[in-house]
Structures are given as C-alpha cells and as structure tokens.
C-alpha cells in the first residue's frame, strides 16, 4: 500500500519562501509510469495543480506559478519536496502531494495522495 505524507511548517511569513516535504512509503518514487505532484487547494476555491517531478527526474509547472515554484526529489530518502517563493496571502491553501499513473487507459489518474496540509501565509 502506497502512501504519502506532507510535512512542513504550518505558518509562513510574507515574502518568505515555503518549503514542503512528501515522504512516500510503499513505492519507489523512481518506478516508470508514476509522476510525483503537488496540488492545492485555498480555502472556498477548487483544486489547483502547481507542478510535478516524473520518475525520470523531470519537472513541470503550472505556468502561473513557474517563475516561484522548485520542485525536486532525494531518491534515497524516498521524499520529493516543493518550494514557493515569495508567498503572500494568496497562498494560503491545504497543499497535498499526489502520485500520478502515466500509462495506457488510466494516463493521468491521481491514484494516491497525501492527508494535506495547511499552510497559512500571515506576518
């Protein structure tokens, strides 16, 4: 059973940068065909995709928040990590980390993820 779990601070201060981790437990997080996502959700507003880490190593953005958002992985730990920087209010969100599977017919489902966690941007 895989599973994923956040872990960061909880309270951000403006213009800071916020770092977060998912350790997975169950899986590799270099097997073929799982990309690594990070995905939020502010509050009274739907889900929103920010960027991945695939198994290879690569790494998308959302085109909205490329310019502040790193994405990278410790294999050796199992744990791959998100960084926004310049954070203000708007992003506050529950942020969660997902795991994606990127073959045949289920291309693109979401098939595990992480209980999220709050972060709140406030001085």
């Known amino acids: 059973q895989v599973q994923l779990q956040e872990s960061g601070p909880g309270l951000v201060k403006p213009s800071q940068t916020l770092s977060l981790t998912c350790t997975v437990s169950?899986?590799?997080?270099?097997?073929?065909?799982?990309?690594w996502n990070w995905i939020r959700q502010p509050p009274g507003k739907g889900l929103e995709w920010m960027g991945v880490i695939v198994y290879d190593g690569s790494t998308y953005y959302s085109p909205s928040l490329k310019s502040r958002t790193s994405i990278f992985r410790d294999t050796s730990k199992k744990q791959f990590s998100l960084q926004l920087s310049s954070v203000t209010p708007e992003d506050t969100a529950v942020y969660y980390c997902a795991r994606e599977f990127l073959y045949g017919s289920s291309y693109g489902y979401y098939d595990y993820w992480g209980q999220g966690t709050q972060v709140t941007v406030s001085s």
């Open positions: 169950g899986g590799s997080i270099t097997a073929t065909y799982y990309a």
